[in-house]
């Protein structure tokens, strides 16, 4: 236990520092899939939400250990820590039962902000998973796991956003980063989250698996804000170039 404290300490150190420091406590109504590609060897992930800028707090990702979705009753330091975590050696379900009973439950400037309603997500770099919905994550709240993938959200439309999510990431083909965008409009078709959208992102990484030297990044694409348009049709339009930039290469 002393020897998680002290990896959780230290990621929560690290990772404050590319922490939004907006912490009003808004609720996040959110959908995600984290998914791996066993061809390549990326992992990734994707979100969208009714909130600015989601893709700041929510995705979290380090080539050669594994990607960590947080959400619902959002504690940031999730992110950092899970990766921690995952870094020293432990498997997936034992990063979530850490993060959990490390959670101190601390509230939120005095106001109720329970880990009871905290949705995560965790994967490592071989594509084994496990996630958490809280019982108190706002209706509708849920998960559905798939081979590869999972998905995850709250607020949402219902159980169906979930469920196609999964589906569509399983039978589309094409580049990770299709897939994963292609779960996300399922998800939006199926309902989405309840009070509409805002913006979208995804995170893909692959050791040396980036343009230049040293870089781990895929594909890293955010639109922070389309409320009176349609973040996805644009996330759409960012996968599709950069997929067809990759075909000339």
Same mark, same amino acid.
């Given at each position: 236990m002393r /020897?998680?404290?002290a990896i959780l300490a230290s990621a929560l150190a690290f990772g404050a520092q590319g922490a939004s420091q907006d912490k009003r406590p808004d609720p996040v109504a959110t959908f995600s899939i984290l998914g791996f590609d *066993?061809?390549?060897g990326e992992v990734g992930g994707a979100v969208q939400s009714r909130v600015f800028a989601v893709g700041n707090g929510v995705l979290w990702a380090e080539a050669d250990?594994?990607?960590v979705t947080t959400q619902a009753i959002v504690d940031?330091?999730?992110?950092?820590k899970g990766l921690a975590l995952l870094r020293a050696g432990m498997t997936p379900s034992a990063v979530v039962r *850490? /993060?959990?009973d490390s959670d101190p439950d601390p509230g939120y400037r005095g106001q109720p902000w329970p880990k009871a309603g905290r949705q995560f997500a965790v994967m490592d770099a071989k594509g084994n998973y496990a996630v958490h919905t809280g019982p108190? *994550?706002?209706a509708w709240a849920g998960h559905k796991t798939g081979r590869l993938c999972t998905a995850q959200g709250n607020i949402l439309a219902g159980e169906a956003v979930v469920n196609d999510m999964v589906s569509t990431f399983e039978k589309t083909e094409g580049h990770l980063s299709l897939r994963l965008m292609a779960a996300l409009e399922a998800g939006q078709a199926a309902g989405g989250d309840k009070r509409g959208m805002q913006s979208a992102a995804i995170l893909i990484v692959k050791k040396n698996g980036g343009v230049w030297l040293n870089n781990d990044v895929v594909l890293r694409l955010q639109v922070d804000e389309a409320s009176e348009s349609d973040p996805l049709k644009e996330l759409r339009? /960012?996968?599709e170039y950069w997929n067809t930039r990759q075909r000339r290469r």
């Open positions: /020897l998680i404290a *066993a061809q390549t250990v594994g990607i940031v330091s999730y992110g950092p *850490a /993060l959990l108190e *994550a706002t339009r /960012l996968v």
